[in-house]
């Protein structure tokens, strides 16, 4: 090398001074690729640590989180991204995969595990960008904090807005106004599973096979459209008019023609959504004013001799119709039906000053905008309207997947719901908060879910392209939950600016400040029917508590000054206090079918079936004057002769040892033997004179 450098200045001795110069540039270019070279051999070492012992959940302020910190040696340029795995043992398995972008000497990163893993493992995974040093393995401590488990209210600090969370159950019967202590303020006697309070008291109601309603503070129904067709949400526009989505049935024949790959559709085709505007008249009709469907706006590349054949990549403002049919055609997805849900939109939201439509699609893990001042005519074209785009996708935002612009590692929105504006006056008004719920199928599952906060890229009522899509929008504000959450759940923002966060099939309602702090946390004690569990139990069955949404209003809203709430006074608590805590864990269904199958077994025999009932005595089924409970002595007995009794014996001990009041007393005891009682002197006595006796009771009393 030093060779070389002096026959180039000889050389530059006698040349001229242009091409010295050309001559020195070529060498110094050509010694920083030597040295690029050099630095490329030598891969930045990535190590993570993370804390030895992790606090059980919901002691922290994030639940089900640790931070750990990457350590990149040497520093990279631009940051670097590092994939890690975490992986976890205990009563549930735990195993995703994340990754930090490390653009300084370290980076802390929050991993998120579910609440029944014991320990977990955090370890880098090798990549040809870095090499690995140590990995980090944390003990989750046992147990889970009792803040963050069972039905009612378990944190209600100062910093919670003031007001009131309207609340049902999805499959619940009624909906209640809740105060911040968890007590029941205003009930309406109306299942719908959403519902919104309007500014003159009205609630209405509508969700997937219900009719859309508009019920009056005192419980009458102001309007009703019957419809069969109706899922997922309504809003009610300032005309008057109702908007909501509505779903449209297309033949498997037709569905191929518009270019459905066959080999992806079942044998009744395709239900694809539509939008759909109602305008009231009476307290039942109405007519269609406006309408869109996701249908006029298709395009595919699957069969050049089929409809809405195209280039996807080139289209970003239309829908690829075999996205919707053959990327979610996944055994594991719950809603995989036939007909088959094209595009599964979950939430509609309506911006007056744009006179544009935001929507949500769970299947494609997207957020649309579509304009809403188009005819019907128009929306159902590629023209017309304040935009000149008729009904075709104004912005799209979440899966690039989805338009062939982009790949998995782009996707930033999973099975999400609830996009909408927030609402004039609100911290973030005019920016975008949306539940991202961190789960799809199929292949992906994050560990978490979000409430993300969006600024879109808008221009007027245009929205700014990138490349063959469209340009990002802004993240301001993002709250990370412990678990991902498979479906419902929604995020608001609150005039005190917080946000409440609904985890549906959690039955969890939070309320976090923009620091992330939770302030308020529920669990919804609202089960199917007119079901409510006590406080601090769990529902027996599964999704017995989900809950779609929850909103809350402040003290000072239109609409709960409309209304009569209960005075406080005489105000109880919507999750029942227990009113002891031997609760009975056999249920009486149970209890029955054993009564049933003993009969079976032994209908001439009187005094076992008497046995029976005196089990039923035993669990508050069955009253009876003369019967006493059955006892755990003999349940024990029983059980020799038929191991169905296992569930009635364990039950009677626990409640014979932990509960005395509620334990069969024992037998009368034998009726007390009067003492003989005795005297004896210890010397003769005499007249005036001193003397000791001994007194004897036989037996001693």
């Known amino acids: 090398m030093r060779l070389a450098v002096v026959r180039t200045l000889l050389v530059g001795l006698v040349l001229p001074l242009g091409l010295l110069m050309l001559v020195v540039a070529a060498f110094v270019e050509a010694a920083a690729s030597i040295q690029r070279q050099a630095q490329a051999q030598t891969l930045p070492m990535v190590t993570v640590s993370c804390p030895s012992v992790v606090a059980a959940v919901g002691a922290e302020d994030v639940p089900g989180s640790v931070e750990c910190t990457f350590a990149v040696s040497p520093p990279p340029q631009g940051g670097l991204t590092v994939r ?86 999805a499959y619940h019967n009624q909906f209640y106004l809740i105060d911040n202590e968890g007590r029941k303020a205003y009930s309406w006697d109306s299942p719908g599973g959403l519902g919104k309070l309007l500014d003159s008291g009205n609630l209405i109601t509508g969700h997937t096979g219900s009719n859309v309603n508009e019920i009056s503070p005192n419980g009458d129904k102001a309007y009703e459209h019957a419809t069969n067709d109706q899922h997922h949400d309504l809003i009610k526009l300032a005309n008057g008019n109702f908007l909501f989505i509505n779903s449209e049935y297309y033949s498997r024949a037709d569905s191929i023609a518009a270019g459905a790959d066959s080999a992806c559709l079942g044998s009744r085709g395709l239900e694809v959504d539509s939008i759909v505007e109602i305008q009231p008249s009476g307290s039942t009709g109405g007519q269609v004013v406006w309408k869109w469907n996701v249908w006029d706006h298709l395009i595919q590349d699957h069969d050049s001799s089929k409809a809405n054949y195209g280039t996807i990549k080139d289209h970003p403002e239309l829908i690829d119709i075999n996205y919707g049919v053959c990327q979610i055609r996944d055994g594991s997805n719950g809603f995989l039906k036939d007909p088959h849900h094209l595009t599964h939109l979950n939430s509609i939201d309506y911006n007056t000053s744009l006179k544009q439509i935001l929507i949500t699609s769970r299947h494609f893990s997207e957020v649309w905008v579509i304009d809403h001042s188009t005819t019907t005519q128009q929306a ?135 620091d992330g702090d939770v302030v308020w946390h529920y669990i919804s004690p609202l089960a199917r029917g007119d079901e409510i569990i006590e406080k601090g139990a769990s529902p027996s069955g599964f999704g017995d508590t989900w809950v779609y949404r929850a909103y809350k209003y402040a003290t000072n809203h239109a609409g709960i000054a409309a209304l009569t709430l209960i005075p406080v006074a005489e105000r109880e608590p919507l999750a029942p206090v227990p009113v002891n805590q ?65 569930p009635i014996l364990t039950e009677l001990k626990r409640r014979e040892a932990q509960c005395p009041s509620e334990a069969t007393p024992v037998s009368n005891p034998p009726p007390p033997v009067t003492p003989v009682v005795s005297v004896s002197a210890g010397s003769d006595v005499t007249e005036g004179s001193a003397a000791s006796f001994t007194l004897t009771a036989n037996p001693a009393p």
């Open 84 to 169: 890690y795995e975490v992986t976890g043992v205990g009563s549930r398995s735990l195993g995703y995969q994340q990754s930090v972008v490390a653009a300084a000497a370290s980076e802390t990163d929050s991993i998120y595990y579910l609440s029944e893993a014991t320990e977990i493992t955090v370890r880098i995974v090798a990549d040809s960008a870095y090499t690995v040093g140590s990995t980090s393995e944390a003990t989750i401590a046992v147990g889970t904090s009792s803040l963050y488990t069972g039905a009612g209210l378990h944190v209600n600090e100062a910093e919670a807005l003031d007001g009131y969370t309207l609340l049902t159950g």
């Open 582 to 646: 031997c609760t009975v864990t056999v249920t009486s269904d149970d209890l029955v079918q054993l009564v049933r199958h003993y009969h079976d077994l032994n209908k001439s025999k009187s005094d076992y079936n008497q046995n029976w009932f005196r089990v039923l005595i035993a669990f508050a089924v069955e009253t009876s004057d003369t019967l006493e409970p059955f006892t755990a002595a003999e349940a024990t007995e029983a059980e020799k002769i038929w191991d169905g009794w296992t």
């Open 380 to 514: 159902a074209s590629s023209s017309g309207g304040d935009s000149d785009m008729g009904g075709n996708l104004l912005y799209r935002y979440g899966n690039p997947r989805t338009h062939d612009n982009g790949s998995k590692s782009d996707q930033r929105l999973f099975f999400p719901h609830n996009a909408h504006w927030i609402p004039s006056g609100l911290e973030g008004a005019g920016n975008v908060l949306i539940y991202n719920n961190g789960h799809e199928h199929p292949g992906f599952l994050r560990s978490y879910a979000s409430a993300d906060e969006l600024a879109l890229p808008s221009s007027g009522h245009t929205y700014l392209r990138a490349g063959s899509g469209f340009m990002q929008p802004t993240l301001l504000w993002s709250h990370r939950l412990a678990e991902h959450t498979w479906i419902m759940s929604n995020a608001q923002r609150l005039p005190n600016g917080n946000t409440l966060i609904t985890e549906g099939n959690h039955a969890r309602v939070s309320e976090v400040t923009p």
